[in-house]
């Protein structure tokens, strides 16, 4: 072929780039229908696994959360993808920024722990202007998210019947501490909920009071399902093409945790509760659920034991569970072969009445071992078995950091911490864990990129006071 000239060249690049050009256009003109699959929905993508968007991506949250259950709930949704944009009172925030505070100035890590992912404005929703904005945020995000004392919402004048009014579409999601019903207007805290759950009660030893437990099943726990009442109300909103009121009292969540408790009130009418080591200390049940102590809460017994060092780390202990299929293997490694065919050993039920004699002799074993030795050991024999980890040993846990369980996150005004990652591992969906935002960090960028204010409009609202805090007052006035 002979050399073309330049001129050539271009207007044949030129007409190149025009059919690939028209390709895009005909491909982007495909019929809808030839797009999916024979069932209606889309395709499986061809992108590689975790490179397809992030689960939520596309739902907006507008998260009026503080303290701990809601701010829990929507760090999820911010972990799998959700824009959530945090509303906080201007000049104050949520009230954990300040709460329990390790370096002066900076946010607390009570805030920082549970707002990661998040945008942060600041909006008085009192403030005639603020509300304004506010109705603008509800017409536009997908879920409204709140765990106010009761009332508090419809006071703001955001009842479910306006902001449905406003967005048809719209997700109402609160935490309250109750249900309907005689507390419904209680305000709640976590211990509350752990009381008033059912969680207290059977919490503990025997002989003690009542325990609340270090897990937080209230303000955490609640936020869990609440998320999960969410993306519920989001998937159906693709039949219904409305969205709903979801509701989590943390009396129920905590409930729902401790059903196996629910479970043993009913067994316990028809005799004594068996696998609770008091049954074989012969200690008569009384009308409730008793506190266990460190009894399995299955049908497995188990018991926390010494381990090496018990006397001077509080944490040397290890939960060994004596699964009934690995009776004899545990028998070997303890040194009480006789007890593989000793009638009063060789069979569950007759070990329940000497469930503590049992205990003491593992425990003879495990005192000779680290924790981490007894777990090598006895997992290699599938015995199951768990050592009780400090926080310290599960800070510099590697392992916990290499799957993202625990992330260490830059913050500009307290430099590195710790934080737990999403929980929850999506093969698609890599979690999205980010620094929590400063105090209405965002407020500039809402306002404009996702409001559509323009930047004189910005100007009147900061005018207005409705994203600011209010000035103090001059110490004269005050005083
Ligand atoms: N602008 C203006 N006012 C705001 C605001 C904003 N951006 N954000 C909140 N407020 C106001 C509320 O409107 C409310 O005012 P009101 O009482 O005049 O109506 C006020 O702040 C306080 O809200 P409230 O929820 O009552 O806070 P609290 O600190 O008194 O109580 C709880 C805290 C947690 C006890 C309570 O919110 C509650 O019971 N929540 C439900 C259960 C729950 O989630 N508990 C666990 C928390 S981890």
């Not at 703001?156 to 406003?166: P, R």
């Amino acid at each position: 072929m002979a050399p073309r000239n330049k001129a050539a060249k271009a207007k044949s690049k030129a007409a190149a780039k025009k059919t690939a050009k028209k390709v895009i256009k005909l491909k982007t003109k495909k019929p809808p229908a030839k797009a999916a699959a024979s069932n209606g929905l889309p395709r499986p993508s061809s992108k590689p696994w975790g490179q397809a968007g992030r689960a939520l991506e596309g739902v907006k949250i507008l998260d009026f959360t503080h303290v701990q259950s809601g701010p829990t709930c929507t760090q999820l949704l911010a972990y799998m993808g959700a824009d959530v944009i945090k509303v906080e009172r201007p000049g104050i925030g949520d009230i954990t920024r300040g709460q329990l505070r390790d370096v002066k100035g900076a946010d607390s890590l009570y805030f920082t722990m549970l707002n990661g992912s998040k945008r942060s404005i600041t909006i008085d929703s009192k403030h005639a202007k603020g509300k304004e904005i506010l109705e603008r945020l509800v017409k536009l995000c997908d879920v409204l998210v709140e765990n106010f004392a009761p009332g508090a919402l419809d006071r703001m004048g955001l009842t479910f019947e306006h902001i449905h009014k406003l967005n048809p579409r719209m997700v109402v999601a609160s935490v309250k501490g109750f249900g309907p019903g005689p507390y419904e207007d209680c305000k709640v805290y976590e211990n509350v909920a752990q009381c008033a759950g059912g969680s207290a009660s059977t919490t503990g030893f025997r002989e003690g009071p009542p325990l609340v437990t270090g897990a937080q099943i209230g303000d955490s726990g609640t936020g869990v399902h609440l998320a999960l009442g969410i993306v519920s109300a989001l998937y159906q909103r693709i039949r219904t093409g409305r969205g709903q009121k979801v509701l989590c009292a943390m009396q129920d969540g905590v409930l729902n945790l401790a059903r196996v408790k629910l479970r043993d009130q009913q067994r316990l009418k028809h005799g004594p509760l068996t696998e609770y080591s008091q049954y074989g200390e012969g200690v008569p049940f009384g009308v409730a659920v008793p506190r266990a102590g460190n009894d399995s809460g299955g049908g497995q017994p188990g018991w926390i034991l010494k381990c090496k060092g018990w006397e001077n780390d509080p944490d040397a202990y290890i939960y060994f569970i004596t699964q009934a299929p690995v009776w004899g293997t545990i028998c070997d490694l303890i040194g009480k072969p006789e007890w593989k065919t000793d009638p009063d050993y060789a069979t569950p039920p007759a070990r329940l009445p000497r469930l503590r004699q049992i205990f003491d002799t593992i425990e003879q074993w495990t005192m000779t071992k680290t924790k981490f030795e007894v777990m090598e050991i006895c997992n290699k024999q599938d015995i199951p078995v768990g050592p009780i980890l400090s926080m310290k040993e599960i800070a510099e846990e590697p392992s916990l950091r290499a799957t993202g369980t625990v992330v260490e996150v830059d913050h500009p005004t307290r430099g590195k911490y710790l934080t737990v990652g999403n929980p929850i591992k999506l093969s698609d969906s890599p979690a999205d864990v980010r620094r929590s935002p400063l105090l209405g960090e965002h407020t500039d960028e809402i306002l404009a990129k996702v409001l559509g204010y323009s930047a004189a409009d910005v100007v009147e609202i900061k005018a207005s006071g409705a994203i600011t805090a209010p000035e103090k007052p001059a110490k004269a006035e005050a005083a």
